[in-house]
């Protein structure tokens, strides 16, 4: 598998690519291992250097949905402009499929997940399968923080098209959700999936912090797995 700073081209960020990369190699590992048989097409959801590192390495089609232009030449393959938190507007043309990765949105969504996982269930195949990924809202460094009188979540952002998180979840919450949505849990994991060496990589530049950061990558892998600070979860219809 190419490195995550390999995979963007001009659009890159990569502090952003060196952060994510465990997480990416992750979500490939996972994809291949759910994908069905003579699985047809792939949507992930939220463009990212992670659909091209998926488009090169799945035997299908990936197809992309979220804030993005139809037009933008950076996407690839078929992209879908569509915003989640009116989840009634997904276009009646956007096909089903066999896999859909939602990483890393549903907490940028400020609307119902209820709504949203309901309006996303209905484009996955009979024996389709849905990665849903989130940070998790009571991991150890935001209890720290709030230990300290400081509030972990940051403030609602100025640019609707680059949506801070709105809202963040537990397990229980997300398999709750599931529930709702009539979604069968299949698995779940709760990793540390980044690399905190480049956790500040806010200007896009990979500045990397080798001692705090190497140390944070032992601590936080090592943290019962209620503390840690990403969730995922595999649904089935």
């Given at each position: 598998m190419p490195s995550a700073c390999e995979t963007e081209g001009e659009s890159r960020?990569?502090?952003?690519?060196?952060y994510h990369?465990?997480?990416f190699r992750f979500l490939l590992r996972l994809a291949r291992r759910m994908l069905p048989d003579g699985a047809q097409r792939v949507l992930d959801i939220?463009?990212?250097p992670l659909s091209t590192i998926l488009r090169q390495h799945l035997p299908c089609a990936v197809d992309t949905l979220g804030l993005e232009s139809a037009t933008d030449p950076s996407l690839g393959a078929a992209h879908y402009h569509v915003d989640?938190?009116?989840p009634e507007s997904l276009p009646p043309a956007l096909p089903t499929y066999d896999l859909i990765i939602f990483a890393e949105v549903l907490e940028h969504l400020h609307t119902s997940p209820t709504l949203v996982l309901a309006a996303v269930k209905r484009h996955l195949t009979s024996r389709g399968v849905l990665i849903l990924q989130t940070p998790n809202a009571a991991s150890l460094p935001k209890r720290l923080k709030l230990l300290a009188g400081q509030n972990p979540y940051e403030l609602i952002r100025e640019d609707p098209s680059n949506p801070g998180h709105f809202r963040e979840y537990t397990l229980r919450e997300l398999v709750a959700l599931a529930a709702q949505a009539n979604l069968q849990v299949v698995s779940v994991f709760r990793r540390f999936y980044f690399d905190a060496r480049y956790a500040h990589h806010e200007d896009g530049v990979a500045r990397s912090q080798p001692l705090l950061g190497g140390l944070k990558n032992l601590v936080y892998r090592t943290l019962p797995p209620f503390?840690?600070?990403?969730?995922?979860?595999?649904?089935?219809r």
């Open positions: 960020n990569d502090g952003y690519l060196a990369a465990p997480r939220g463009p990212s989640l938190n009116r503390l840690r600070e990403g969730i995922t979860v595999v649904l089935r």
